[in-house]
Nanobody
Framework: QVQLVESGGGLVQAGGSLRLSCAGSGRSLSQYLMGWFRQSPGKEREFVAAISRSAVSWSEIRTYYADSVKGRFTISRDNAKNTVYLQMNSLKPEDTAVYYC?????????????????WGQGTQVTVSS
């Protein structure tokens, strides 16, 4: 079983950047599909980005983004540090939310939250206008 801990959230002005980290323990994150989701008050938890397992061949590694963050956010992984990142640039007030990382052993990219078995506790991102 894998445990996930997010960090890197905070308060930033619109147009600024943050990098979120999701550190894994217990198992290597390279074996997992990794996703980032976010939830703001009164809203459903929504998909942000995902990256396929490192166990597939290099040419098959895929990333996928929600339309709302495409071109601004980048998901990546550092297997040596057992960590997945979400680089967030050009932040907007509507990006304000609690951000969660999630993991699952499934091979294909998934955007539905119920496809992910393991979740971190979340980190707050607040973007001021």
């Amino acid at each position: 079983q894998v445990q996930l801990v997010e960090s890197g959230g905070g308060l930033v002005q619109a147009g600024g950047s943050l990098r979120l980290s999701c550190a894994g323990s217990g198992r290597s994150l390279s074996q997992y599909l990794m996703g980032w989701f976010r939830q703001s008050p009164g809203k459903e938890r929504e998909f942000v980005a995902a990256i396929s397992r490192s166990a597939v061949s290099w040419s098959e590694i895929r990333t996928y983004y929600a339309d709302s963050v495409k071109g601004r956010f980048t998901i990546s992984r550092d297997n040596a540090k057992n960590t997945v990142y979400l680089q967030m640039n050009s932040l907007k007030p509507e990006d304000t939310a609690v951000y969660y990382c999630a993991a699952d052993t499934i091979a294909t990219i998934q955007i539905r939250r119920d496809e992910y078995e393991y979740w971190g506790q979340g980190t707050q991102v607040t973007v001021s206008s």
